[in-house]
């Protein structure tokens, strides 16, 4: 089966093309509505490790213009004076609040005037067409998926911002105990990345086979309630845990716990979209660096899975509970929003993987030990600055998805990747062990 045949299976263009249109006016929604704010909210700087509002909403817009628009459409460029400053490798995070941007209405009315403009290329584009762009609506996957990424991204600023009222929250399925802390997965050989999911990006592909010796992971993410016993243990104080840049960055903060954790005698709280409450202890943790979840693995006797570890306890299909998608709502994971929150360990029995592996997909991004790094036989498209830019050893990779992550852009080949010291990010982690 080819890329163009999956994705346009039994539709054909016409169904597509209707898909299409339905997800970008869903994406537009939940942009829309992130940034539902007054006007001093969206241009102010929560941190200057992230844009404000306005920016991402703008940059969203430039984006789709730039490829849907000028690269297949072949349309004129509607605002050529804005796109250096929604450029993200132009200006730096931390200087973006100092850029002539396009205020909050100017911004809603810019990307409105794209995304007209961008159904009418939709309306005539032939999905057919050989062209990678064109072929099975690539570049309207990679906007979507893009537009979405920025929405997490936006959720983070909005939990940086401690403001409460502005994020809807929801209901989760319980929890459920393990029978078994640990699943093992056999040595074998598997496929690792992907040739037939249409819109993955370049850094997912190619699929190749890999060799791996047999290894233990834990069946569910790390919770709170565990990285509670290493904080309790004086994790944070005893540096035979850490590698000595970890130990460095952690001393230098005066990082003692979780971002947005503070404790009140003998009770552990947290702040999570402007709102304090005590943390709860079955959900998987969030808000750690890749320094914080490598001490802990240590700590525990065990260490982070490598991404090659991680993808194959997936099972080797597109979700790990198989072909289905996951939709808004559905009964495999926790994704899309429908909390803000991750969902306590054991919450979606129906989404393991073929070996018993749980909560892979949403809930936290999980690190893996890997740097992100190509693939054997690893083809740049549509362009460098999407992946081939961060290839080396100063990232490292996150898996899975968190409950902020809308379900067409996360599959067990996706790969996100961030510095070790990121905590703004809705990261938490699962640990892996050799075998004896």
């Given amino acids: 089966m080819t890329d163009l045949d999956a994705v346009l299976g039994n539709a054909g263009p016409t169904g597509l093309k209707e898909r299409i249109a339905a997800e970008l006016a869903a994406v537009r929604e939940r942009s829309l509505a992130y940034t539902d704010a007054d006007d001093d909210m969206l241009v102010r700087q929560h941190s200057p490790l992230m844009s404000p509002l306005v920016w ?49 209405a100017e911004a809603r009315k810019y990307i409105s005037g794209v995304r007209g403009r961008v159904l009418d290329v939709l309306d005539r584009v032939n999905l057919t067409d050989p062209d990678p762009l064109r072929a099975g609506g690539y570049v309207f996957g990679l906007v979507l998926q893009h537009e979405h990424q920025h929405d997490e991204t936006m959720l983070a600023t909005l939990q940086l911002s401690r403001r409460p009222g502005l994020v809807r929250d929801g209901e989760l399925p319980p929890g459920r105990p393990a029978a078994e802390p640990e699943v093992h997965i056999p040595a074998g050989v598997f496929t690792m990345g992907t040739d037939t999911v249409a819109w993955a990006y370049d850094n997912e592909r190619p699929a190749h086979r890999l060799y791996l010796p047999g290894y233990w992971i834990d069946r569910h993410p790390v919770t709170n309630g565990a990285y509670m016993e290493f904080v309790e243990d004086g994790g944070y104080r005893d540096p035979r845990w850490w590698l000595p840049q970890g130990w460095e960055w952690a001393e230098r903060g005066g990082v003692e716990a979780p971002l947005f954790w503070t404790r ?58 198989g072909e289905a998608d996951p939709g808004h709502l559905g009964r495999w994971a926790n994704l899309g929003h429908r909390a803000a929150r991750p969902a306590p360990a054991g919450a979606f029995p129906d989404g393991a993987s073929p070996y018993g592996v749980e909560q892979l997909i949403g809930d936290v991004w999980e690190w893996t030990d890997s740097w992100f790094q190509p693939y054997p036989g690893y083809r740049c498209f549509p362009y460098e600055e999407y992946s081939k830019v961060f290839f080396g050893e100063t990232y490292r990779v996150l898996r899975g998805g ?17 510095y070790p010291i990121r905590r703004q990010i809705f990261a938490g982690f699962r640990c892996a062990r050799s075998e004896d």
């Fill in 56 to 104: 991402d909403l703008a940059h969203v817009g430039n984006y789709e213009e730039l490829w849907v628009l000028r690269e297949v459409g072949g349309i004129e460029p509607m605002r050529p004076e804005i796109d250096p400053l929604y450029d993200a490798f132009k200006y730096p995070r931390k200087d973006r609040p100092s850029l002539p941007l396009l205020g909050p």
């Fill in 402 to 418: 968190s409950w902020a992550t809308h379900p067409s852009a996360v599959r067990t080949t996706f790969r996100n990747w961030d």
């Fill in 264 to 321: 009140d005698g003998d009770t552990w709280w947290r702040v999570r979209f402007g709102r304090e409450e005590p943390v709860p202890p079955d959900e998987p943790v969030q808000h750690v660096s890749w320094y914080e979840a490598d001490a802990y693995a240590r700590w525990a006797g065990k260490r982070l899975p490598t991404e090659a570890e991680w993808e194959k306890a997936c099972g080797g299909r597109t979700y790990p509970w």
